[in-house]
């Protein structure tokens, strides 16, 4: 092709651009493109070139475009992709890859994204930074339990347009428990079902630095966003100030927990079932917050409000 950014119709597809990825909409280009198909694939195939070389499992394609990424140095400032389909995955993750982009291309059931289904730790020597998925739709075991624990290990991890189901045989306790992980990003996603504790919590540490939560629909059977009154927004002497924006909560207790008043919440749509107080709908610290909507079994306003005194 005389020109790597351009598609020619009946000619070309998304693996002709030099940044196929880029033909997504979505992020910069690729180092490598590998393929992954749940149902297809095979993890003795190399992964790249096409589907027809497609691996079977996500922690495959994982460990080799973190290798990937690690091997030589035009990886070392580059980003990876991975494409997947093939209803849902079953494992639960260890591993995550360096600099990668992991994008779900498929359908799982009714669902209009590639499912993964699993509790998924990623942690010590095994965990990665910055990692992305795009377009996953996660659900727990039959067990239950939380979907995602994150430690201080895993940083920069973001999900785009991703849906959390609490459903399975034993509701989903949480979606994201964050034990120390920075920079995390949550933009545009979806938290669907009765999880049975708090959906996104922080615990005491450094997870909430330069958090961004911005852009969801969440709900639950408990709390929605929960800070530990130890939850640090830094761990060292520069403060980066964490974010929970433009999202709609939608729980039976406390929307937002925020333990540690250390949380910029501004423009969220709070609803709690339970909410017969301002105390028992939000706790948030109001002279950082501002913008917010609080609907509850008797209150319908805006919060802070304009006198924070009151």
């Not at 589907?51 to 922690?59: C, G, I, Q, V, Y």
């Not at 994150?150 to 989903?172: I, K, P, Q, Y």
């Amino acid at each position: 092709m005389s020109n790597l950014y351009v598609l020619r119709k009946g000619v070309a597809d998304l693996s002709d651009l030099k940044d196929g990825y880029l033909g997504m909409g979505q992020g910069v280009g690729a180092k490598t493109v590998y393929y992954c198909d749940g149902n297809y694939g095979s993890d003795s195939n190399s992964g790249t070139g096409s589907w027809d070389n497609a691996f079977k499992t996500l922690s495959v394609a994982l460990a080799a475009s973190n290798a990937d990424i690690a091997s030589r140095a035009e990886g070392w400032a580059a980003r990876n992709v991975i494409y997947c389909k093939g209803d849902a995955f079953d494992e639960d993750l260890v591993l995550l890859a360096q600099k990668t982009d992991v994008v779900g291309v498929g359908s799982y059931n009714a669902n209009q994204k590639a499912g993964l289904i699993g509790n998924h730790v990623p942690t010590g020597a095994t965990a990665s930074y910055g990692t992305r998925f795009f377009n996953f739709f996660f659900q727990g075991n039959a067990a239950g339990g939380d979907l995602w624990t994150l430690d201080a290990t895993v940083a920069n991890l973001e999900f785009h347009n991703c849906t959390f189901f609490a459903g399975s045989a034993t509701a989903a306790t949480g979606a994201i428990i964050n034990t120390g992980s920075d920079f995390m990003g949550v933009y545009n996603c979806d938290f669907m079902g009765r999880f049975s504790d708090a959906v996104i919590e922080f615990a005491a540490g450094d997870g909430f630095r330069g958090c961004r939560i911005v852009g969801n629909h969440i709900e639950g059977a408990n709390n929605g966003i929960e800070l530990h009154a130890s939850t640090t927004p830094s761990a060292g002497a520069t403060l980066v100030n964490g974010l929970v924006a433009d999202n709609i909560i939608d729980v039976a207790n406390i929307t937002i927990d925020d333990n540690a008043d250390i949380a910029r919440c501004v423009n969220n749509i709070l609803i709690s079932a339970d909410g017969t107080s301002l105390a028992a709908a939000i706790d948030v610290n109001v002279a950082i917050c501002a913008n917010n909507y609080l609907v509850s079994t008797t209150l319908n306003q805006l919060y802070p409000p304009n006198d924070v005194s009151t």
